[in-house]
């Protein structure tokens, strides 16, 4: 790495609690970097209830970093993390990692980031595993995919400890199958992809997905750390709370997935066994979403309209098919095919 090499950090801000964002900020601190690398976390405050101005004065830093606050009205995780990418200049900021407000970096997360990334020119895209506060196993450790990788699929980086590398083509494949990489855990070069940004159409589910199998599909390499580096804590998640088929955000999320795999089909040229299996989740949670609404209907909740919107405008269709969708779950939950 060049002399000075400048890794920004964007933390979305949105708590309830004092502390949590301290908490993050120290693991930022206590990395073990080279001394010429240099960070500037970007913090942006999407309308929290609480203000992050006590927690980022009750953290110290070297004042070879620093620390920018912005404020914005509420817009949720991927509009925050959209306008703290507006604040940096791409010939500035070689590279970019995300940190949520709840989670924690290992102290040898960007040192391991950085070396991977820098180790070849089209090393472009890099994550790693984590933890979560509610889970024994890793991500990885649960994942269908890492298992088959774990078998040589994916393959070994020389002279790097527990670094794996694959081509775009099998990375991008691998993203639209599952969701591989946390938020916390990516790093990427800024410099070469610097209009990437997350779809805030996509608020309660698929953002972030979206935006890494859009950098898995225009990255030469994509790689991966085996390690477990970040800890993902319990704070305000809009996807993890909203799983209770109870709540109206669940009918949301189940909205908002119908709206990112129709996107998917529209913005990428998928064939094979991946379009069929995203034509296969797109018929699962249309039915899903059928079924929510109007469960949520009979117990007097409006659906949301700035979801049906956004799935209208992109298949007219697929909303005037939600009956038919409805009878083809109710079809299967009295069949017991009942795998929702």
Request: glycine share 4%.
């Amino acid at each position: 790495m060049n002399s000075g090499t400048a890794v920004a950090v964007v933390i979305p801000f949105y708590q309830r609690e004092k502390g949590i964002l301290a908490r993050a900020l120290r693991s930022i601190f206590a990395q073990d970097i080279p001394d010429d690398i240099r960070l500037k976390v970007v913090i942006v405050d999407d309308a929290s209830p609480v203000s992050p101005a006590e927690d980022i004065a009750s953290v110290t830093f070297d004042p070879r970093h620093k620390v920018e606050l912005i404020s914005q009205p509420n817009g949720g995780p991927g509009a925050a993390r959209n306008r703290g990418l507006a604040a940096l200049d791409p010939a500035e900021t070689p590279f970019v990692a995300f940190l949520d407000s709840d989670d924690e970096w290992k102290p040898n997360h960007l040192r391991k980031a950085l070396a991977t990334l820098s180790a070849s020119p089209d090393h472009d895209f890099y994550f790693c595993d984590h933890t979560r506060f509610n889970t024994e196993k890793s991500w990885f450790e649960e994942s269908a995919i890492f298992q088959k990788w774990a078998k040589g699929e994916a393959s070994p980086v020389p002279d790097l400890d527990n670094i794996y590398r694959m081509p775009s083509k099998l990375a991008f494949s691998a993203f639209l199958a599952e969701y591989l990489s946390q938020t916390s855990t990516v790093v990427y070069r800024f410099a070469k992809f610097p209009e990437a940004r997350f779809d805030t159409d996509l608020r309660s589910a698929g953002e972030d997905h979206m935006l890494w199998i859009t950098l898995a599909s225009r990255a030469e390499t994509v790689v991966f750390s085996t390690e477990r580096n970040v800890i993902c804590g319990e704070g305000v998640n809009i996807y993890f709370s909203a799983f209770d088929w109870n709540l109206p955000q669940t009918a949301d999320r189940y909205g908002y997935l119908v709206v990112f795999l129709t996107k998917l089909r529209r913005n990428f040229h998928i064939e094979g066994p991946d379009r069929r299996m995203i034509d296969a989740r797109l018929a699962k949670f249309s039915k899903v979403y059928a079924y929510l609404l109007t469960r949520g209907l009979a117990k007097g909740r409006a659906p949301n309209g700035a979801v049906l919107s956004q799935l209208f405008k992109l298949d007219p269709a697929r909303v005037l098919g939600l009956p038919v969708a409805l009878v083809l779950m109710l079809k299967d939950k009295r069949s017991g095919n009942w795998d929702w």
